[in-house]
């Protein structure tokens, strides 16, 4: 038996993607415990936290979804042409004919496969999310740090730290809800 330590199979993603929310998950709780606002605190451990948890497994919903049709079309654009081969080589012969439907049926999963990564956007929708996620947890990490926009407390027009947080989150959300019904709308459209 060797001495090598066992490794368990990760998904490095995933693992990531995992950590991150457990780290934000501390490091919103540290803010709370500097910060006496309660409605501040309910607003980072529920809405914002909700968004950055469930941005997170959209990410991961779109990137499986992604990489499961993208594997599929390539066996498929592989199977095609390999099956039209064996059709050939066999020609007059009962193999043909299965050769044949079969080099058929897989042409036309590749064109369903294809078209519906068209218009579901896995891709699309994977990377949006991921900059959704990473622009909040950069707004978060500057709130966090007292930096610009929020070192001054409170601002020329007397507005707090807290407050500013809140209205850029919020600023930022509407604007990304304004981008994903817009992705929505390709989708729609594509399927019409």
Known sequence: MSDAPQRS?????????????????????????????????????GRFFNEIHLNEERVTRNGLMYQLFETLLIIFSILT???????????????????????????????????LLRIFNYQEKRNSYRIDSEALLAEFYRFKAKVEPYKDDPDKDGDTRNDRFVMRVEDYLAKTNTTWASLHEHQNVTTS
């Open 9 to 45: 199979l990760k998904i490095p993603s995933l693992n990531a993607r995992a950590r991150k929310v457990e780290q934000l998950t501390k490091d919103i709780e540290a803010v709370c415990n500097q910060t006496e606002t309660a409605p501040l605190h309910e607003y980072l451990k």
């Open 81 to 115: 042409p390999a099956l039209v081969a064996q059709g050939v080589i066999t020609q007059g012969k009962n193999l043909n004919l299965a050769a044949t439907l079969l080099a058929i049926g897989t042409s036309v999963t590749t064109a369903i496969l294809a078209n």
